[in-house]
């Protein structure tokens, strides 16, 4: 059985009942999803600084997914951006810029939970909302195995960073995050 770091790997679809709805639908139609593993965690872990430290999962082969919005002449333009979990994304110069509006924020907590289907925690770049931006850093795609969410708390999705960039509405975005 393939580990990364103290977590048992197993191939994704092989636990539907470890995704979040919107992720599974998402692997269903995907022709990569083979490749997509997955390593169920404690809930309690899911925030990616415990999870790291409680499995010997090195912080650069995490990704961060937050979900960002700004408004322009009542046009409101939502995106979600991938960064590595040692860095931030860079919300008030380029990802502003990148959606071209005056202001941008994190979406509100609960509001990205309803609209993404996803838990607050693991809401993640597959199977996200059709037309929403996926911004990801360059960083990301260059993790040989990144870790990220898998709509719910209780695990997690490992596959190649390279594969990230095929997501539906995939930028790469070099310095997206500091």
């Known amino acids: 059985m393939p580990r990364l770091g103290t977590l048992d ?6 636990r539907p009942d470890l995704l979040g709805d ?3 639908r998402a692997l269903a139609a995907w ?7 997955l390593a169920e965690i404690d809930p309690a872990l899911a925030d ?15 990704a961060n997914c ?13 995106a979600a951006c991938l960064v590595r979990a040692d860095t931030r994304a860079d919300v008030n110069t380029t990802v502003k810029k990148l959606l071209d509006v005056r202001k941008c924020s994190f979406l509100d907590h609960d509001r990205a939970v309803a609209e993404t289907g996803m838990e607050h925690g693991g809401i993640t770049p597959v199977g996200l909302p059709d037309g929403w931006r996926l911004l990801l850093d360059q960083r990301v795609v260059d993790i040989e195995q990144a870790v990220v969410g898998s709509g719910v708390r209780g ?3 490992v596959l190649p960073g390279r594969l990230l960039a ?5 930028e790469v975005v070099p310095g997206l995050a500091g």
């Open 9 to 14: 790997l197993v191939p994704a679809t092989s």
């Open 22 to 24: 919107p992720v599974r």
């Open 31 to 37: 022709p990569r999803a083979e490749e997509v593993l």
């Open 48 to 62: 990616t600084a415990a999870m790291s430290e409680a499995y010997a999962v090195p912080l650069e082969a995490s």
């Open 66 to 78: 937050v979900v960002v919005m700004g408004r322009r002449a009542g046009d409101e333009r939502t």
């Open 155 to 157: 695990s997690k999705l």
């Open 166 to 170: 095929e997501l539906p509405g995939a």
